[in-house]
């Protein structure tokens, strides 16, 4: 592997720690603790959701996940609020990672990587039809948020496309969560706990959608004055 390979793994490496040291070790792990979260946002009164869309939003810009953040919100504002207040903040921080990220490295980026198959398979994707990459990525709810929404900013899929295919795109995901948030506080006050089992069952089941989804074979036929031959191809 060249140096400057070593040196950009490194830097990687270092960041991830230093973010990791941060979320275990400063105050900004409380964004990931439910119970505070909730006692903070019912303690605002009618300031609750701009704050919770604020602190979300700036949350996300700087790659910190919201998962915890949307079950609170759930609990605190209800599934309908705590599913529309929870899309609004991710996607504020979605394009807030988007443009750091545009502004600031994409064009290192491209100089630095712009000649790679991978690189030029990915821009070409989203050249040709960025919408629908949009959506298929986000979709995909193993595909890490924080991590996709700065990765986004070194391509060229425009800002319209970009706001859009994120906000329709964690919707399922952001409506289970919120969900769970909703029926798991219900459960704690006592209430039916099926509901709190249907909703991480859909949680479950969401997560888990694209290693169970396999795409059916083609069947294709090609026929010769003589003979038909038949072929089953896998894309």
């Known amino acids: ?129 960025p919408m629908n990459f949009m959506l298929a990525v986000r979709f995909t709810p193993l595909s890490p948020f924080s991590l996709v929404n700065f990765l986004f900013g070194l391509t060229p899929v425009d800002f319209k496309t970009y706001t859009i295919g994120t906000f329709v795109g964690i919707m399922p995901l952001t409506i289970a969560y919120t969900w769970l948030g909703v029926t798991g506080k219900q459960a704690l006050s006592g209430g039916d706990h099926l509901p709190f089992f249907l909703a991480l069952g859909a949680l479950t089941v969401l997560s888990l959608l694209p290693l169970l989804v396999r795409q059916k074979p083609v069947v294709v036929q090609a026929t010769s004055p003589t003979h038909r031959v038949r072929r089953r191809l896998f894309k």
């Open 1 to 129: 592997m060249p140096i400057r390979s070593y040196k950009a793994a490194l830097w990687i490496a270092l960041a991830v720690f230093v973010l990791a040291v941060i979320c275990l070790y400063t105050p900004v792990n409380l964004l990931f603790n439910q119970a505070f979260l909730v006692m903070e946002l019912n303690g605002l009164g009618n300031y609750a959701a701009l704050m919770f869309v604020l602190c979300f939003a700036i949350a996300t810009t700087f790659g910190f996940p919201g998962n915890v953040a949307t079950i609170a919100g759930g609990a605190v504002f209800g599934l309908y609020w705590g599913t529309l207040w929870s899309l609004i903040g991710a996607t504020l921080g979605a394009i807030g990672a988007f443009l750091l990220t545009r502004y600031l490295v994409y064009d290192w980026a491209t100089r630095r990587f712009g000649q790679q198959a991978l690189f030029q398979r990915i821009n070409q994707a989203i050249v040709h039809k």
